[in-house]
């Protein structure tokens, strides 16, 4: 990322889901009604006029276009995430919100009352953030942040200052991140999740590790690398989802279920998933803390 600004790719997901609510009652994901709201300004002069269905179906065509897979992936790993959420959190009474971005679930997911949620991020994202919740209102009394590079420093004493409670079961969620750190970010983050309380899930997203080898084997992700690489976010690390349940059973966490994006896009877009192609590398787990 560039050094003190917030997170590019992280806006651009934002940008996503304020276009897909835009659609809300016809061809709407998620229908995030935060996301417009947590945009910057420049994105929201794109969003305003997505009323218009002809608007909004020209700018999807854009960004479709240009960045294969992107825009649908995105809107289908969230909805996927939410559905796990809403069966999970009613167990689970904190909510860790890893890598957050610009992600709105603090504001818009039912049943979070009673529910200690933190939000942990690159502090330039999170400022940035911040920011933009005080400009358009947003209250966040309920929600922790907590400020953190993962490439840089570890968790336990920073969240045990938030108030986190290990010996309570927690919703871990880190969705849109691993593939932006180093192998030992990951692996050091994944082991602090695996001590919290037995009961506690985790959800998060990666990329087949094939992909950072060869990009030339997945439709579009050349152009999504360099564009990646111009915003100063690229992609750095990957699993093989062979082994993720080893990879994860040697970090104290139970691999529940792992699905590629064919997989879930399909689930949010029933037969029209068929036409959508590109980002078939990213994928979404579901692992809990064993015993
Ligand atoms: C693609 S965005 C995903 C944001 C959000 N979870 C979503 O799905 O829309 C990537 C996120 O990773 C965070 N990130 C990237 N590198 C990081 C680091 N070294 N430490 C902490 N967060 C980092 C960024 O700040 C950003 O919020």
């Known amino acids: 990322m560039k050094s003190g600004r917030g997170s590019k790719t992280a806006e651009h997901n934002a940008l996503f889901r304020a276009l897909d609510a835009r ?14 709201k947590l945009l910057p300004w420049r994105f929201k002069l794109v969003t305003a006029p997505a009323r218009w269905g002809a608007w909004r179906n020209a700018v999807t065509k854009i960004i479709d276009d240009r960045w294969p897979g992107v825009r ?35 504001w818009r997911l039912p049943g979070l009352d009673g529910i200690a949620v933190f939000e942990v991020d690159h502090p330039d994202t999170q400022r940035a953030k911040r920011d933009l919740m005080r400009r358009r209102g947003l209250d966040a009394r309920h929600v ?24 309570q079961p ?18 050091t983050t994944l082991r602090w999740c695996a001590h919290a309380a037995v009961g506690s899930h985790l959800v998060f997203t990666y990329i087949n590790e094939d992909v ?20 100063d976010e690229p992609m750095t690390f990957g699993l093989a989802p062979s ?22 896009r399909s689930r949010s877009y029933g037969t029209a998933s068929a036409a959508i192609r590109g980002h078939e590398f990213y994928r979404v787990a579901h692992a809990r803390v064993s015993v």
């Open 212 to 231: 950072l080898r060869d990009p030339s084997r997945y439709v579009g992700a050349d152009r999504v690398f360099s564009t990646l690489r111009r915003v």
């Open 170 to 187: 927690t919703l871990f969620l880190w969705e849109g991140t691993t593939n932006y750190l180093s192998a030992d970010a990951v692996d």
């Open 243 to 264: 082994s993720l349940a080893i990879y994860l059973a040697e970090r104290g966490l139970q691999l529940i279920s792992d699905e590629g994006a064919a997989g879930f």
């Open 144 to 167: 922790r942040f907590i400020p953190t590079d993962f490439n840089l420093t570890r968790l336990d004493m920073a969240m045990t200052d938030a108030g986190f409670d290990p010996g």
């Open 72 to 106: 649908p992936t995105v809107l289908a790993r969230t909805s996927l995430i939410d559905a796990t959420i809403a069966d999970v959190l009613p167990t689970t009474p904190q909510l860790v919100i890893l890598g957050a971005g610009l992600d709105s679930r603090a």
């Open 23 to 36: 659609g809300a009652g016809n061809s709407a994901v998620i229908a995030d009604p935060v996301a417009e």
